[in-house]
């Protein structure tokens, strides 16, 4: 089954500083990645997602970049501010599959005033 | 548009008692998912709906645990008898679209 590994576990920013999280997959077949940001106590919420026929997609502060070929993909937030903390989790799926999503472990993001 | 709504959204039981959460999802959203995640990790997904059909439980301990979407609406995941490490916050998703999940907003189990 997919594997998804994520990097770093915790992320420490100074605020308008970037803040770049990596993720790899191990299923070839997968097609869909989307981003997730959670708060604490709060229900994952999509950010962006993106998928494989498109190498970069971008919305305003936040983008996310594919490598198919080395099986990786990566979020990247510019100009953090402090609303930006929390965790962000990776994950990815294949219609294959049904679309179940498998995820990274996470990361938290703390961005300091 | 409402969203994936779940309760209850704290519980607290003893080991090897009984627990059902309850999951609506967003209307006209056709599959359904339920995940366990840990505190720490990401969600794992335990099983999957597609209208009142199981798509995917092969994640789901079925020894202990069991769900059912009886209408292809709502849903209930049920654990029958619960285990110390099956505390967890426990999210329910949908989708229309076979890709973009949106998700409730959890419940916390607590196994004393």
């Known amino acids: 089954g997919e594997n998804v590994e994520q990097h770093p576990s915790t992320l420490s920013v100074q605020e308008g500083d970037s803040a770049v999280i990596k993720c790899t997959y191990s299923?070839?077949?997968?097609?869909?990645f989307p981003w997730y940001k959670q708060e604490l106590g709060k229900r994952p919420q999509l950010i962006i997602d993106?998928?494989?026929?498109?190498g970069e997609k971008k919305d305003q502060r936040i983008a996310v970049t594919l490598n198919k070929t080395a099986k990786h993909f990566s979020l990247h937030i510019t100009e953090t501010q402090p609303e930006d903390s929390a965790v962000y989790f990776c994950?990815?799926?294949?219609?294959?599959?049904?679309?179940?999503?498998?995820f990274g472990e996470g990361t938290q993001l703390t961005v300091n005033p | 548009e409402a969203g994936v709504a779940q309760s209850p959204r704290y519980k607290i039981i003893e080991k090897r008692q009984s627990v059902a959460f309850w999951c609506n999802p967003i209307?006209?959203?056709?599959?359904l998912y339920w995940y366990q995640q840990i505190l720490g990790q990401g969600p794992k997904l335990l099983i999957q709906?597609?209208?009142?059909?199981?798509?995917?439980d092969s994640q789901l301990p079925k020894d202990r645990f069991s769900a059912e979407r009886l209408k292809g609406v709502d849903s209930t995941l049920k654990i029958q008898p619960a285990k110390l490490e099956d505390s967890a916050v426990y999210l329910c998703?949908?989708?229309?679209?076979?890709?973009?999940?949106?998700f409730g907003p959890g419940t916390r189990l607590t196994v004393l």
């Open positions: 993106i998928r494989s026929n498109v």
């Open positions: 209307s006209g959203h056709a599959t």
């Open positions: 998703a949908s989708t229309s679209n076979r890709n973009t999940q949106y």
């Open positions: 709906f597609q209208n009142n059909g199981v798509v995917d």
């Open positions: 994950a990815a799926s294949t219609t294959l599959s049904g679309s179940r999503l498998t």
């Open positions: 299923d070839s077949a997968s097609n869909y």
